[in-house]
């Protein structure tokens, strides 16, 4: 039973396209998150939703639209994909949000190619 | 703008041998501190979170301390075993949250 999980788990594309990744968790929490850890393995916050609401939104091209169709799902979309985003890309997620002590849970990451 | 630095970025360590791993943070005002581990080409898993309350967290080997007023916290692991062999992160939370680059421990069989 994962509690955080993601698709794809590897993601190889073209420069130019458009691609989705779909995050599930199935803790009842009510805040997720998608971070980017880059080639040089530094994590970064991307954006977080609670109940559905965006609350955190990092200096992140307009390229990245993360879409909550419900508090247990938070997908990543990417347009027009570029070399630089090329990395690992990690959903989590929190039963509180941010500001608030709450430990958060990690899915498996998506690992992100772009040619 | 914080900063969160771990010393030493990578460490090898004979199996058996009690270790300190060490993160620092540069503003005081967190709301908390997380350790975590992360396994070669597999997600975070999360060992330790601190309150900025407390001063420290127990589980198992691992001891996580934290002093605000220094901007420190260390994560001790007693009796080391192979299977520790990992990339530990720490990540404190103020009105961000900001990760360290981590530290590479190998422990050697």
């Known amino acids: ?115 | 703008k914080q900063e969160v630095t771990q010393i030493p970025a990578a460490l090898s360590v004979p199996e058996g041998e009690n270790l300190v791993l060490n993160c620092s943070f540069t503003d005081s005002a967190i709301y908390n501190l997380q350790w975590f581990r992360q396994d070669p080409g597999k997600g975070l898993t999360s060992l330790l979170l601190i309150q900025s309350s407390q001063r420290e967290q127990t589980s198992g080997r691992l001891n996580a301390s934290l002093d605000k007023s220094s901007g420190r916290s260390t994560l001790y692991i007693a009796a080391s075993q192979p299977g520790d062999s990992a990339t530990y992160l720490c990540a404190v939370r103020d009105d961000k949250i900001i990760f360290g680059k981590g530290t590479r421990l190998h422990i050697l069989p």
Not at chain 1, 9 to 34: A, F, P, R
Not at chain 1, 86 to 106: G, H, K, L, R
């Open chain 1, 1 to 115: 039973d994962t509690a955080v999980s993601q698709t794809p788990k590897y993601l190889v594309t073209q420069m130019g396209n458009d691609k989705s990744i779909k995050c599930e968790q199935n803790l009842g929490h009510d805040t997720m998150y998608w971070y980017k850890q880059d080639s040089k393995k530094f994590l970064k916050i991307m954006f977080s939703y609670n109940n559905k609401e965006l609350i955190i939104n990092e200096t992140v091209p307009n390229r990245f639209s993360p879409k909550s169709p419900d508090k247990a799902h938070l997908n990543l979309h990417i347009n027009s994909l570029e070399l630089g985003d090329s990395a690992v890309y990690f959903c989590a997620s929190s039963q509180e949000p941010w500001t608030s002590v709450s430990e958060q849970f990690f899915g498996p990451g998506t690992r992100l190619t772009v040619l």
